[in-house]
């Protein structure tokens, strides 16, 4: 098999020395001189196969040192030559939805340096506008391209821009959303646009594409009649030379007469949009000649463009399941993790929920396409037809879920937390109101790091503790993962979330005691950490919420030791607060709550408020400082999450200075100034 422009491809044993790990980068000659686009043009076709097959080899040794999205790059690398080719960003703006396919722009627009990519101070994985001025939408959230593209479109109308063009290019998974369809639906409502919108269908959004639409394209882009008719017009008169090609430019117009007669449905021309395609995503030519045609229009056009994700690369051609999608540090020959994956918390996710379903025939997973990533994958391997993917339609997902949980069935929700967020009125209005018995997993939760801002699941702990009846557990280790899924799984009446990390598993935190067992389900509250003399009083109370007990434990310890009497203990489920939880901390001098969710309305400031409250009740006026230790309410730099938790003091030096300065004792430690007041 060959790559880009006949390339060998990168997966085979003759593969550049200089792409293997910890080797020499590839020489690149014709990217070096790419300082921005305009200097495309200037390249002969000859020259941009050259450039595309040298970008394809950069982006596996640079992204298998690193880790990142490498498949949707690769997949789109004609394309982006293309658009910068013809379009003329930043006076034509270039909206890519996701963008995570958006490396090629990136080293297109001056930005070849991927030796830190979504490190911090390197390049972030998807478009920043601090980075370029070329970056216009930095969410990484699928589906809104078409949205930014209209607003966009609009304002340059408004605003006496009309000859500038608007381009978004959305992938077809983007397309199972029904956001998109909002704004096409509005699009096509406004003819007077210089706006293309640029479908890159590679079948695929993480895992195959799923849905009415996916069979719809895929009938686009196979049909043996309209394929084999099509290219035996082109090849007879394309070998005629230039009268031929001539004949073939003229003739090209009624490829979509001929469509209509050899396509069951004008699927998108029923919108009132134009569409053209489907068009090799791997033709240099055809996607400039049908760009050109498409920013001739002076309404929306459609422009369908078939691509292969991993493209060129064979480890990825060869990777069924999601055509490495993203990958952490691998070996670029075989594609090869460098450092196995330990197991994880979705990995337990994954063996546990096969383990209740066969258990349980109520239970049904539901995911918004991510099947294999938030764990759902052996459930829909072993029991199939128990395993709902509705594409990337996340307010579908929950409503849905609370529907079936009203016919009897108890549906699991599983989502990456940053992407509850797009759901949660339905959360609310759909699953709270109605007290539906929905269980949602809330994978990557807390702080993600290098995914870049709009990926951190910092702020779910804030938003659903608003929801009346719901519960979220806050795991701490493999042990109460398990017992966690397992009592939500036997609530009917009531909303249930699981919250947990994006890595490996800690070590077991076993609880010295629990207290409140006798609350109910919700209501227990491990101890973890008992003051040096079990039976004496202790000065601070430090609360350690789910991922984050772990080194709240250690900074107790280290407070112990030094000679301050701390207690460290854990809500099994922080939201709400537990009734116990309460009464340990109206019992303690000072109290210091360590989550890694939003600061403000977390964990922390809950507790604070159930505190007052009780101790206005108790009418002794005695009210004691709770202190917190979270997330700032900002959106985050692209760093490790390691450097961020240092950064807010939510480390152990951070946590032991914050409860020095609560109990007013020296002793603590350490000197690291947190940046929340206690």
Known sequence: MLGAGGAQPLGDAAAPAGARAGGPLPSTPLLSRIGRPADLRRLTSEQIEMLAAEIRRYLVATVARTGGHLGPNLGVVELTLALHRTFHSPRDTIVFDTGHQAYVHKLLTGRQDFSRLRERGGVSGYPSRQESIHDVVENSHASTALSWADGIARANQLQGRGRRHIVAVIGDGALTGGMAWEALNNIADSADKHLVIVVNDNGRSYAPTIGGLAHHLDALRTNPGYERILSGV??????????????????????????DILVPSAFFEDLGIKYTGPVDGHDETALEFALTRAREYTEPVIVHVITDKGRGYTPAEEDAADRFHAVGRIHPETGLPVVPSRFG????????????????????????????????????????????????????????????????????????????????????????????????????????????????????????????????????????LREALKAAMGVDDAP????????????????????????????????????????????????GVGAMAGVTVQAGRRLNAAGLAVRVVCPRWPVPVPPALVDMALNSPGVLVVEDGLVEGGVGSQLRDAVEDAALARGDGQVPRVARLGVPRRFLPTAERGELLTEFGMDVDGICALAGRLTGDGRAGASVNSPYPA
């Open 234 to 259: 082109k090849h007879a008169l394309l070998s005629q030379g230039a009268p031929g090609r001539a004949a073939f430019d003229a003739l090209h117009g009624l490829k979509q007469g001929l469509k």
């Open 345 to 480: 918390w979705t990995a337990v996710v994954a063996q546990e929920l096969v383990e209740l379903a066969r258990a349980d025939e109520r239970i049904v997973g539901i995911t918004a396409a991510m099947q294999q990533p938030v764990g759902l994958q052996p459930l829909a391997d072993a029991l199939p037809q128990r395993v709902i993917d509705v594409g990337i339609a996340e307010q579908h997902a929950l409503t849905s879920a609370a529907g079936m949980a009203f016919a009897g069935m108890h549906p699991v929700v599983a989502l990456y937390a940053t992407f509850l967020n797009r759901a949660f009125d339905q959360v609310l209005m759909d699953v709270g109101l109605h007290r539906a018995g929905v269980t949602i997993l809330l994978d990557r939760a807390g702080i993600t790091g290098t995914d870049g801002a709009s990926h951190n699941g910092m702020w779910d702990m804030a938003l659903l503790a608003h929801v009346p009846g719901l519960h979220l557990a806050a795991p701490r280790d493999e042990a109460t």
């Open 496 to 543: 249930t979330v699981v919250r947990y990390p994006k890595g490996s598993l800690p070590a077991p935190l076993p609880a010295v005691r629990t207290v409140g067992e006798s609350d109910g389900l919700f209501g227990p509250v491990d101890v973890l950490v008992e003051p040096t003399v079990p039976d004496g009083p202790a000065q601070a109370l430090l609360v």
